[in-house]
Structures are given as C-alpha cells and as structure tokens.
C-alpha cells in the first residue's frame, strides 16, 4: 500500500545515488518490505516481469551500488531491523538487512562486545 510504496520524484531520487562521485540514476519505484516474506514476493515478482532489483540500505556507499542504471525497483530495507538473535558465546548476531552499526552498538551495549565500522559477516 501507500506507506510502503512511493513514486514520488524526490524519494526516487533519494534512492537512487549514494555517497559517490556517480550521478542519479533514481528506480521507477521505490518500496519497503517490513518481512523476509514480502522481499520474496518482490522479487519474484521482479524476476517475472524482468524489472531490475535494486537494494537499498543507508544511501551511504561509495561504489554508486545504489544507481538504478535500467530503473527498476528500489528495494529499501531500512524497517527491516530487528536484531533476531545474539550468541555473546561465539561472538555472533543475526540481524534483518535494515540493522544499523549505530542500532547494533546500542543493542550491545552493556555485553562488552562491540560491532567496529568494516567488519561484515555472513
């Protein structure tokens, strides 16, 4: 619905540059899924009609990953952000997409473990 679906010119094109040196290249359409659910349901539907897929984190990368170079669907998954589980144990987190370092740290807090900027997991 509305809330989670936007064609408006200044949302496109907020999506559709990051931090790099490249110009805009804004999607057709930006949405945001709340559920791994409805990312599925996105996507094959994308992969259907062969419309372009385009992720969308904080906007802050600096490879210009986020230009939308064929249009396409803006994947934003910034409502996905919960952190699901923590294992203090063996130093691992299992977040959603949309989990900030910043969200992370706070949610740390307090375990003496911390998420350092670079690190990337899988």
């Not at 094109?13 to 999607?27: I, L, R």
């Not at 996507?43 to 249009?71: D, I, K, Y």
């Not at 987190?93 to 990337?120: D, I, M, Q, S, Y």
Request: hydrophobic share 40%.
């Amino acid at each position: 619905g509305a809330p989670n679906v936007s064609t408006a010119t200044a949302v496109r094109e907020q999506h559709g540059h990051d931090e790099s040196m490249h110009p805009c290249a804004p999607p057709d359409v930006v949405v945001w899924p709340q559920a791994v659910e409805q990312v599925q349901e996105l996507a094959a539907l994308c992969h259907r009609s062969r419309v372009p897929m385009v992720p969308f984190g904080t906007g802050t990368g600096l490879e210009g990953g986020v230009n939308a170079v064929q249009g396409g669907v803006c994947f934003d998954l910034s409502r996905m952000d919960a952190i699901a589980e923590l294992s203090l144990e063996d130093f691992s987190v299992a977040v959603e997409p949309g989990v900030t370092h910043k969200a992370l740290n706070k949610h740390l807090r307090g375990t003496g473990l911390w998420f350092p900027v670079g690190t990337v997991g899988v």
